[in-house]
């Protein structure tokens, strides 16, 4: 059993960054896909990036690949996602996540991830 917690969400204005953190707190050395989703008002939630904690494997959205970058500090067992060139479309409940497994090719399913976060708020708006 692991406990994420989320951190950085904020309002910023078109065109800022962001770095979220999500928290682990557990045992995920070397062998959990670790992934952010977020979930717009309304909306379904979206997988938006993946790393396994090797390192090895990464995975975005198209939608934010390019802008976003995903990555791991396994000393801190801490899980980032920095986000630049943000849009008011990324405008949505952040949640981290994991799954005791591969990143495989169906990583954007919320469904094949047991471990939740709280979530964390970005607002991107002028």
């Known amino acids: 059993q692991i406990r994420l917690v989320e951190s950085g969400g904020g309002s910023v204005q078109p065109g800022g960054s962001l770095r979220l953190s999500c928290e682990v707190t557990?045992?995920?050395?070397?062998?959990?896909?670790m992934a952010w989703f977020r979930q717009p008002t309304g909306q379904e939630r979206e997988g938006v990036a993946a790393?396994?904690?090797?390192?090895?494997?990464?995975h975005y959205s198209d939608s934010v690949k390019g802008r976003f970058a995903i990555s791991r500090d396994t000393a801190k067992n801490t899980i980032y996602l920095q986000m630049n060139s943000l849009k008011p479309e990324d405008t949505a409940l952040y949640y981290c996540?994991?799954?005791?497994?591969?990143?495989?090719?169906?990583?954007?399913?919320?469904?094949?991830?047991?471990?939740w976060g709280q979530g964390t708020q970005v607002t991107v708006s002028s």
């Open positions: 996540a994991a799954d005791r497994d591969l990143c495989n090719g169906r990583w954007f399913q919320a469904k094949n991830f047991p471990d």
């Open positions: 790393i396994h904690t090797s390192g090895h494997q990464t």
């Open positions: 557990g045992n995920i050395a070397w062998g959990y896909c």
